[in-house]
């Protein structure tokens, strides 16, 4: 009975010591994910549209819709003869302007959506700051209009909320310059994580999700669990084949994002879809 306990107490510290090895071993690739901004009163509207820029073509994962012009409309080129999005924004919704049409739109995107396409924008306030929203926004207006975000806009320094646009409540809350967690680091629910994480905005599962990248269906038939790791971590590395045309638009953040818990968990999930 004792030679029993002993081989199982074996086996139960063999386990712990190999899925800690394991979680040791993945590779926390450098991602872009958002910096952190620590803008002062004396902020500058160059200086906000050059962290919007930074933001919109790395950590932001903006390009990996817009741009398309199939799944979301072109923001830094024409669209349908209206100029880039500087230069329409004002004219979409009745009585708002610019700036509180592009703010409503990254933390309310469903409160309106352009005609010809689908509400898949997701809730930007769940993985940004509001003064990193706010950067989105200036650089949005300098393509083609005037930016007219200022520091009241973001709040002063510290605040644990940013006014709206209209300075009425309910802007997106959060200390300004935090990074706003995607999901809470304890969450290990890996359908949870794909949702949290905005993965369902371009991958399909099931009667959810987006056709922009490859479904999540079958999956775990067509890749091991070590080349759904590296997808994951470096989604460049590899295309799949018929998504050519969007190579390079997965954000490379998630290497950073996740917990080593997290991606294992998403990897054993995926790997059971066949």
Same mark, same amino acid.
Request: charged residues 15%; proline residues 8%.
């Given at each position: 009975?004792?030679? =029993?306990? *002993?081989?199982? !107490?074996?086996?139960? +510290?063999?386990?712990?010591?190999?899925?800690?090895?394991?979680?040791? @071993?993945? %590779?926390?690739?450098?991602?872009?994910?958002?910096?952190?901004? =620590?803008?002062?009163?004396?902020?500058?509207?160059?200086?906000?549209?050059?962290?919007?820029?930074?933001?919109?073509?790395?950590?932001?994962? &903006?390009?990996?819709?817009?741009?398309?012009?199939?799944?979301?409309?072109?923001?830094?080129?024409?669209?349908?003869?209206?100029?880039?999005?500087?230069?329409?924004?004002?004219?979409?919704?009745?009585?708002?302007? &610019?700036?509180?049409?592009?703010?409503?739109?990254?933390?309310?995107?469903?409160?309106?959506?352009?005609?010809?396409?689908? %509400?898949?924008?997701?809730?930007?306030? #769940?993985?940004?700051?509001?003064?990193?929203?706010?950067?989105?926004?200036?650089?949005?207006?300098?393509?083609?209009?005037?930016? =007219?975000?200022?520091?009241? $806009? +973001?709040?002063?320094?510290?605040?644990?909320? @940013?006014?709206?646009?209209?300075?009425?409540?309910?802007?997106?809350?959060?200390?300004?310059?935090?990074?706003?967690?995607?999901?809470?680091?304890? =969450? *290990? $629910?890996?359908?949870? !994580?794909?949702? /949290? /994480?905005? &993965? +369902?905005?371009?991958?399909?599962?099931?009667?959810?999700?987006?056709?922009?990248?490859? %479904?999540?269906?079958?999956?775990?038939? #067509?890749? $091991?669990?070590?080349? !759904?790791? #590296?997808?994951? !971590?470096?989604? /460049?590395?590899?295309?799949?084949?018929?998504?050519?045309?969007?190579?390079?638009?997965?954000?490379?953040?998630?290497?950073?994002?996740?917990?080593? @818990?997290? +991606?294992?968990?998403?990897?054993?999930? *995926?790997?059971?879809?066949?």
């Amino acid at each position: 009975m004792l030679a =029993t306990n *002993l081989r199982i !107490l074996a086996v139960v +510290l063999g386990t712990v010591v190999l899925y800690t090895m394991v979680a040791g @071993a993945i %590779p926390q690739v450098e991602s872009e994910v958002p910096e952190e901004l =620590t803008f002062s009163g004396e902020v500058t509207p160059e200086a906000l549209v050059a962290a919007g820029e930074e933001l919109y073509h790395g950590a932001g994962g &903006c390009t990996a819709c817009h741009g398309l012009g199939t799944r979301a409309p072109n923001l830094l080129t024409d669209e349908r003869g209206t100029g880039p999005i500087g230069a329409r924004c004002g004219t979409r919704v009745p009585g708002k302007s &610019c700036k509180e049409y592009l703010h409503e739109a990254m933390v309310s995107p469903n409160a309106y959506v352009v005609e010809g396409y689908e %509400p898949i924008m997701p809730d930007m306030s #769940r993985t940004l700051s509001p003064a990193q929203i706010w950067s989105l926004v200036a650089y949005l207006e300098s393509q083609g209009g005037e930016v =007219t975000v200022t520091a009241e $806009d +973001l709040g002063p320094a510290g605040d644990d909320a @940013a006014p709206s646009p209209s300075g009425a409540p309910g802007a997106a809350a959060g200390p300004t310059g935090a990074v706003a967690g995607p999901s809470d680091p304890a =969450t *290990l $629910d890996p359908f949870a !994580l794909l949702r /949290n /994480n905005q &993965c +369902l905005v371009c991958h399909r599962l099931g009667e959810e999700g987006g056709p922009i990248g490859p %479904p999540f269906d079958g999956i775990g038939g #067509r890749l $091991d669990t070590d080349a !759904l790791r #590296r997808a994951i !971590l470096d989604p /460049n590395a590899d295309t799949a084949q018929g998504y050519e045309a969007v190579a390079g638009t997965m954000p490379t953040i998630f290497g950073q994002q996740l917990t080593a @818990a997290q +991606l294992e968990a998403l990897v054993g999930y *995926l790997a059971t879809l066949k």
